[in-house]
């Protein structure tokens, strides 16, 4: 961490609460993109020129802007397929034209399930009389990085950039709570599909989500101030299901990930330290 704020922009006199200050910004920004109510001024941004990097989300307007952050925070209103528009794009290195392994493709077929619930989906070859059903292609291209505004987030398919490959993003519970889960991404995707409107193209993300810790008293174990909450989570993976599949539009951030060690005299337990870092999106 003391790296990455060694990164900010300070005036090298007082860094301490010029650091507080950026903190209490982003915590402003986060707060106007997850409230319910209309925030005001958004459309002032659009006098303003971007460069260099930053211009990558000049095709959006501020009100497009700002509807993918809600999209992106509130996963229980906002229903996203993952073929719509969004501020960025999939990167090298890439794999096309591949053959969706069958494990692959059945949990793809759930996705297409639970995210259109008024229409039939089914594999390539299968037996099934009814016309109205929708053939899940088993073709695919493969990406090692995506970038969504001017930030990049990697994935364990590129070995160079797997250190940004750990992501969080929102579930709904069962009992109806949101909640953020900590992952890695194994790489990105895009999947073409027929629906009976015309050929839409899919951009997803594969990931293996963390489990949880088996004690729920140790979960939130630190709480600095409430702008950073470290979270100990197990090591291990959740086994393979439909929730490994997830629109790039609702990746909600990056964390660092760290080994973390509780001991006592009867044993010890090695845990994984999720620090979650503020979102880098410009608007």
């Avoid at 999939?90 to 996705?111: C, G, H, R, S």
């Avoid at 995210?115 to 109205?132: I, Q, V």
């Avoid at 810790?213 to 979960?219: D, G, I, L, P, W």
Wanted: charged residues 20%; aromatic residues 12%.
């Amino acid at each position: 961490m003391n790296g990455i704020l060694g990164t900010l922009p300070n005036s090298n006199r007082k860094i301490e609460p010029e650091l507080m200050r950026r903190l209490l910004s982003d915590k402003k920004i986060s707060y106007s993109t997850n409230s319910e109510s209309s925030v005001k001024g958004v459309e002032l941004l659009d006098n303003q020129q971007l460069v260099g990097s930053l211009s990558a989300t000049d095709q959006f307007s501020a009100d497009e802007m700002h509807r993918f952050l809600i999209n992106t925070y509130n996963v229980q209103k906002s229903v996203i397929t993952g073929s719509e528009q969004f501020p960025g794009e999939l990167l090298y290195p890439q794999k096309k034209n591949l053959t969706i392994p069958a494990e692959m493709l059945n949990i793809l077929v759930e996705y297409y399930k639970a995210t259109y619930e008024t229409m039939n989906f089914r594999k390539p070859f299968t037996a099934d009389l009814d016309d109205s059903t929708i053939i899940v292609r088993n073709r695919t291209n493969q990406y090692g990085r995506c970038r969504i505004g001017s930030e990049i987030f990697g994935s364990a398919m590129s070995s160079r950039h797997i250190r940004s490959s750990f992501v969080l993003a929102q579930f709904v519970n069962q009992d109806g709570s949101i909640d953020l889960y900590p992952g890695q991404v194994q790489y990105y995707f895009t999947h073409l599909l027929q629906l009976l409107n015309g050929t839409a193209e899919h951009k997803l993300a594969y990931i293996r989500w963390y489990q949880a810790a088996s004690s729920a008293t140790v979960r939130f174990y630190f709480n600095i101030a409430e702008t950073c909450n470290v979270e100990l989570w197990g090591t291990d993976f959740y086994p393979i299901k439909r929730e490994c599949i997830i629109p790039v539009h609702n990746i909600y951030g990056r964390f660092v990930p760290f080994k973390y060690r509780i001991s006592n005299r009867q044993n010890s337990r090695e845990y994984l330290a999720v620090i979650p870092l503020n979102r880098k999106y410009n608007i």
